[in-house]
Structures are given as structure tokens and as C-alpha cells.
């Protein structure tokens, strides 16, 4: 199976911010990585497909780049509505699988 | 709009069954793979299943293979999962989701609100 690590597990950080989050494949998975952000009680909601693919109705401050085994998502200048869990997700192979996510709260 | 809203969770005792279903409005049901996700309390998204438009192919997780099983009624809209032997490592929410898979570019969206699975005796 394709195993799928992000960093950092936790991050704090301030509205305003600009934020990164990593996620390494333990094998190379092209760009088929998507990236996941999800509130408390909520399902996940599709940020990105195709590693940089901004998925409509997201907004712009939010970008993915990448390819082979190693990701990032960006954030660029962060707003309180973006405090949330964010979750990369390889679907180059079966079984799928997700990094074990990323925990954003606020400063 | 596009939506999907599963049912069947509960609480039920290991070594019991549970049959969950998702029911899909708003799109061509019958065009789309579809998959299980799972969420155990405090934790991540584990991937479950997935299940062809058509219903002929499916795959599984290891950690389900042979007690749980996806299938599809296209012309009810409505995906299922039937979950045997339930063991207290099956507790979670489980969602549906719709897959995406076109020219190579593949997602999942939309998800359903989930329903939560508990697995105690």
C-alpha cells in the first residue's frame, strides 16, 4: 500500500498567515493527490484534484503544487474559516489512501 | 443539487451485521464509481471501498475484505454496504462519496454527512 505522511501533524498559526503543509508518498503516485479540509462534526470537503487543481468555489488563497512523492498545500494569507483539519489523499492506486492529517488552529 | 445522505448506522454488538445505504440525488447515479470512507473517533479518513458505475468491479481495504461488501442499486440510486462479523475496530462514521474519474484526473466530491457505526457489546 501506498503510504502517505504529512507534515506537520499540528500547526498553529494567525489570521493573516501564510501556511504550508507537506505530504511525501512512499512511492511515486504522479499527480494523483487530492487534498481534503475538514471541520469538526462536518464531511471532508474537496479542496484539490490533479495536485494543483483548484476545485470550484474555493477560494484562490488556497493552492497545491507537486508531483512523484512529495506535495504541498498552501495557504496564503489565512482567514478564521480555514482552522480546520486538512487531509492528503492518493488515488493513483488502489487501495487509496490518506495521510493522517494535519491539525490548523489558531494562534 | 448533488447530494447524498446515508442511513442504517447504529449501535449493534460484535460478531452482528449492519447494512448502511447512501441515497444519491441530483446526478446520474448510474454514471459514477462510488466509495465508503470511514472515520474511527479522533482519527483519520481510512479508505473502505469502491464500487464500479455498472456494479461489476469492486475493491476493498484489507482491513474489511471478506466481511463487508458494496453494491449498488442503479435504479433506486441508492449505494449500499453490508458489514458482517463486526468487530469493535469498525467503529466510526462512515461516508459515501462520489468519484471522479476523467482523463486521469481523480477526486471525490460530494460526500455525505455520514452516519456513525458503533461496534460495542
Known amino acids: 500500500d501506498i503510504q502517505l505522511t504529512q507534515s506537520p501533524s499540528f500547526l498553529s498559526a494567525s489570521v493573516g498567515d501564510r501556511v504550508t503543509i507537506t505530504c511525501r508518498a512512499s512511492?511515486?503516485?504522479?499527480?494523483?493527490l487530492a487534498w481534503y479540509q475538514q471541520k469538526p462534526g462536518k464531511a471532508p470537503k474537496l479542496l484539490i484534484y490533479a495536485a494543483s487543481t483548484l476545485q470550484s468555489g474555493v477560494p484562490s488563497r488556497f493552492s497545491g503544487s507537486g508531483s512523484g512523492t512529495e506535495f504541498i498545500l498552501t495557504i496564503r494569507s489565512l482567514e478564521p474559516e480555514d482552522f480546520a483539519t486538512y487531509y492528503c489523499?492518493?488515488?493513483?492506486?488502489?487501495?487509496?489512501?490518506f495521510g493522517q492529517g494535519t491539525r490548523l488552529e489558531i494562534k | 443539487q448533488v447530494q447524498l445522505v446515508e442511513s442504517g448506522g447504529g449501535v449493534v454488538q460484535p460478531g452482528r451485521s449492519l447494512r448502511l445505504s447512501c441515497a444519491a440525488s441530483g446526478f446520474t447515479f448510474s454514471a459514477y464509481p462510488m466509495h465508503w470512507v470511514r472515520q474511527a473517533p479522533g482519527k483519520g479518513l481510512e479508505w473502505v471501498a469502491v464500487?464500479?458505475?455498472?456494479?461489476?468491479?469492486?475493491y476493498y481495504a484489507g482491513s474489511v475484505k471478506g466481511r463487508f461488501t458494496i453494491s449498488r442499486d442503479n435504479s433506486k440510486n441508492t449505494l449500499y454496504l453490508q458489514m458482517n462479523s463486526l468487530e469493535t475496530e469498525d467503529t466510526a462514521v462512515y461516508y459515501c462519496a462520489r468519484y471522479y474519474d476523467i482523463s486521469g484526473l481523480r477526486w471525490f466530491d460530494p460526500w455525505g454527512q455520514g452516519t456513525p457505526v458503533t461496534v460495542s457489546s
Open positions: 489523499q492518493q488515488v493513483s492506486v488502489y487501495p487509496v489512501t
Open positions: 464500487i464500479s458505475s455498472d456494479g461489476s468491479t469492486t
Open positions: 512511492q511515486g503516485i504522479s499527480s494523483h
